[in-house]
């Protein structure tokens, strides 16, 4: 409400948490790998659904780990050099967002089997709880960071 710099700026600190978590999932989930935790990385396709439903549903829930792509849009009279910048902005963000999620998908499997991550609707927190011990805590933080930053880049985009 009082200046789209300093909303900027917070979303920019609050992006960098967010990829900060990220980087840490990743990188214990390399180090796991490293220690040969691998047992879960197997394919395992014959439980895969094939109803277009639930296709629908998977790629409906993937738009949400890439939020900020629609946002981008809406904030064009703020973006210097719109032309270039804004399609270089969406490229960037969302490679390095699939990669990320990618890794960290692999870290989860690292510690965590499918039937682990099925039954347990926050992986994350599950996921931090066998990795951190103690200090998970710190996943529950990201969240709250991922989320708070989300909500306030729909404020900013929203109202344009």
Not at 20 to 36: E, H, K, Q, S
Not at 107 to 116: A, H, I
């Amino acid at each position: 409400c009082i200046s789209v710099k300093w909303s900027t700026r917070i979303n920019n600190v609050f992006s960098f948490g967010k990829t900060a978590a990220l980087v840490l999932i990743t990188g214990f989930g390399i180090y796991n790998l490293i220690r040969g935790k691998v047992d879960n990385l197997r394919p395992d396709f014959e439980r895969s659904e094939r109803a277009p439903f639930k296709w629908a549903t998977a790629f409906y829930y993937g738009l949400f780990s890439y939020d900020g792509w629609f946002a981008l849009n809406n904030v064009t009279e703020e973006i210097k050099n719109p032309k270039r910048n804004l399609p270089l902005a969406i490229l960037i963000s969302l490679s390095l967002i699939i990669v990320l999620y990618r890794f960290v998908n692999i870290s989860y499997l690292t510690l965590l089997s499918v039937d682990d991550m099925l039954a347990n609707p926050a992986v994350a927190l599950d996921w931090g709880e066998k990795a951190l011990g103690s200090y998970s805590f710190v996943i529950l933080v990201s969240v709250f960071i991922s989320n708070y930053g989300s909500c306030l880049s729909l404020m900013l985009s929203s109202t344009r």
